[in-house]
């Protein structure tokens, strides 16, 4: 099997299956078919299978040209019906894995893609989970679907790793195809063969490792790094606002070091699919070997009470003002969870907005690229736009995500107060109206 795959890649006769057309996914799949590879995209919505077949884009980091054309040209289509996995040599799973309500992992989308794959799944077939997930799944969940529902061996007649995703919407430098790729699978056969699968599309060096395990944990590694390292900045920046330092400067002073500290910023929370979720994967899992993750944990916590810290600065910027929160009419520029891009999934905007209504302030937003936004069963919709005259009937302007679109200065000018979370003023901060994070 091993020889027969490794053949099959080089001559580019492999038939690639994704399923989940996301973030993930979509981009992975049109890589696929750019190198090459005829690749079936798979989604349990018919919304997106339509949109994909008729060449229309959208997610930001696809380009619509090379969707529209790989279409066209009959390299890449999308579809509902799962049996076609039958017909295909590689499957990535790119599916959410979200937290549940009591913030504990969910992988029921996970578990229900394993169960559909595994109805159709044939002999010479490589299997990948790609969804970010607390080590183990792939060995002890994933494994035992796979085999029990098609009868087939795992390392005999199909190859099982796992290949963490790295993407980072709206990154102008690092994308699917140039970002570095590791990959760990069941069987040192099933590794060079999927790291060769890997290497025939991506230009990013591919890093093999010893196990799904490995490459699990490593994924939890990156993004539980970033999520501790924000929230010791993020408790940094609070105790620099009582002490009256400006915690942007004391950054921007430290990062002068050319070794040793790496900048992290503060802002109103985490947001995104990956570092707000992956330490609470690893916290859970953590549990079943009796470890408690002292440091993780609390790094969690500053991180999640930072909307609440962010209502509470604004309610000291109206008392400036002598403006009560409950008389008060707040504009919130931005809603997706990093700038320029149309994300908002975890957004940490979305938490400031809810708690503002909650005091009774009349909260509207703007956002340039998210007009719409589904938040806790419910549809809001922000305001068309800004200019001086909408600027100039709220009492107070909240930025959240700091698109470089907006006009800083036509903001700064006609705004009563500002409260920026996101150092996006950061040029205009000697001015009465504007207070940083």
Known sequence: MKELLLNKIAN??????????????????????????????????????????????????????????????????????????????????????????????????????????????????????????????????????????????????????????????????????????????????????????????????????????????????????????????NEICMLCEKMGISAWEVIDAAKTKPFGYQAFYPGPGLGGHCIPLDPYYLTWKAREYGFHTSMIENSMIINDKMPEYCVERCYKVLNKQKKAMSEAKILVLGVAYKNDIDDYRESPALKVIELLKAEDADVDFYDPYIPTYRYKGENYTGIKGIDPEVLQGYDLVVITTAHKSYDLEMIQKNSKAIFDTRNAMKDYFAYDNVELL
């Open 12 to 233: 580019k006769e492999i038939v690639v299956g994704v399923v989940g057309l996301g973030y993930v996914g979509l981009p992975l799949a049109v890589e696929k078919a750019k190198a090459g590879f005829q690749t079936i995209g798979f989604d349990v919505q018919n919304e997106k299978v339509d949109m994909v077949n008729a060449g229309k884009n959208y997610i930001g980091d696809v380009v619509d040209d090379d969707l529209s054309d790989l279409v066209k040209n009959g390299m890449l289509s999308a579809t509902t019906d799962f049996s076609f996995i039958k017909d295909v040599d590689f499957v990535a799973i790119c599916v959410p894995t979200p937290l549940d309500t009591h913030q504990q992992p969910d992988i029921s989308y996970v578990k229900a893609s394993s169960e559909a794959i595994s109805k159709h799944l044939r002999k010479g077939t490589m299997v990948v989970l790609e969804s970010s997930t607390y080590p183990g799944t792939t060995e002890e969940l994933v494994r035992p679907i796979l085999e029990e529902g098609s009868g087939l061996v795992c390392g005999t007649d199909f190859y099982l790793g796992f290949s963490p995703e790295r993407v980072d919407p709206g990154n102008a430098v690092y994308h699917t195809k140039n970002t570095p790729k590791v990959v760990g699978a069941i069987g040192k056969d099933a590794t060079e063969v999927i790291a060769a699968m890997y290497r025939a599309v991506l230009d990013g060096d591919i890093h093999e490792v010893s196990s799904p395990a490995v490459a699990e944990m490593e994924k939890i590694l990156e993004n539980t790094y970033r999520n501790i390292n924000i929230g010791l900045v």
